[in-house]
């Protein structure tokens, strides 16, 4: 069993629309393998895959390097993947297993609060993030190089508890197909609508946040 790194926390109609998703996603990961799948949910909302069959551990490497994973211990020095839980004037606490502290001074991404940084990078409550273990836990270097990048982009908003196809569907309602260049999946229910060049990300925001009971944070270049 492989217990993948992003959060189920959605209910009712969305919370299958979420899991049948996910079983898409894993389909169209291990579907060339020997292999068969099924996908529960952990108490605590992580999405656990059983795998069976000749081919398991290519399987398993295989979501691993997608999703990142949900470990029952740690190794100082190693990075693993938790969810942003929540957030304080001392840093942020992700949910990897367990609750995981990173300091602020541990966060590298310039200077503010953790509230402040958290706005800046759009760092939406749930996305999966990138950590180092060890004492204290620090934010993994490949993580903060990715969210540096999405400040140097054309503008995001970030969003979450809203399947891609859910937030591709909620643009194209509110008119702003021709806006965008993409949507990108952060984790299951935490998407990324890259804009384009000449979009501003705060109005687009403003525009689809009517449509989208959700988070959404944008992130300006």
Same mark, same amino acid.
């Given at each position: 069993?492989?217990?993948?790194?992003?959060?189920?926390?959605?209910?009712g109609?969305?919370?299958?629309?979420?899991?049948d998703g996910? /079983?898409s996603?894993i *389909?169209?990961?291990v +579907?060339?393998?020997?292999?068969? =799948?099924?996908? !529960?949910?952990r108490?605590?909302?992580?999405?656990s895959?059983?795998?069976?069959?000749?081919d398991?551990?290519v399987? /398993?490497?295989?979501l *691993?390097?997608e999703? +990142?994973?949900?470990?029952p211990? =740690?190794?100082? !020095?190693?990075?693993?993947?938790g969810?942003?839980?929540?957030?304080?004037?001392?840093?942020f606490?992700?949910?990897?297993?367990?609750?995981v *502290?990173?300091?602020a001074d541990?966060?590298?991404?310039?200077?503010g609060?953790?509230?402040?940084?958290?706005k800046?990078?759009?760092?939406?409550?749930?996305?999966p993030?990138?950590?180092v273990?060890?004492?204290?836990?620090?934010l993994?270097?490949?993580?903060?190089?990715?969210?540096?990048?999405w400040?140097?982009?054309?503008?995001?908003?970030?969003?979450?508890s809203?399947?891609r196809g859910?937030?591709?569907?909620?643009?194209?309602?509110?008119?702003?197909?021709h806006?965008i260049?993409?949507?990108?999946r952060?984790?299951?229910?935490?998407q990324?609508?890259?804009?384009?060049?000449?979009?501003?990300?705060?109005?687009?925001?403003?525009?689809?946040?009517e449509?989208?009971?959700?988070?959404l944070?944008?992130?300006?270049?």
């Open positions: 069993m492989v217990v993948l790194a992003t959060k189920v926390y959605v209910g109609d969305a919370r299958e629309r979420a899991l996910l /079983r996603l *389909r169209n990961t +579907g060339d393998l020997d292999v068969e =799948f099924e996908v !529960g949910v108490h605590d909302g992580f999405p895959v059983t795998l069976s069959g000749p398991e551990e399987a /398993r490497n295989a *691993r390097e999703w +990142g994973v949900i470990t211990q =740690f190794r100082e !020095g190693d990075t693993y993947t969810t942003l839980e929540f957030w304080d004037e001392d840093g606490v992700l949910d990897a297993g367990e609750e *502290r990173i300091p541990e966060l590298g991404l310039g200077p609060t953790p509230e402040q940084i958290r800046r990078f759009g760092l939406v409550q749930h996305v993030l990138r950590f273990y060890g004492e204290p836990c620090s993994a270097e490949a993580e903060r190089d990715r969210l540096f990048e400040t140097r982009g054309t503008g995001r908003v970030n969003v979450n809203a399947t859910e937030t591709r569907a909620t643009v194209n309602r509110a008119g702003h197909a806006d260049v993409t949507v990108e952060l984790g299951l229910l935490e990324s609508i890259i804009c384009r060049e000449d979009t501003d990300a705060p109005g687009l925001l403003s525009s689809i946040g449509y989208l009971p959700a988070e944070l944008a992130v300006v270049p």
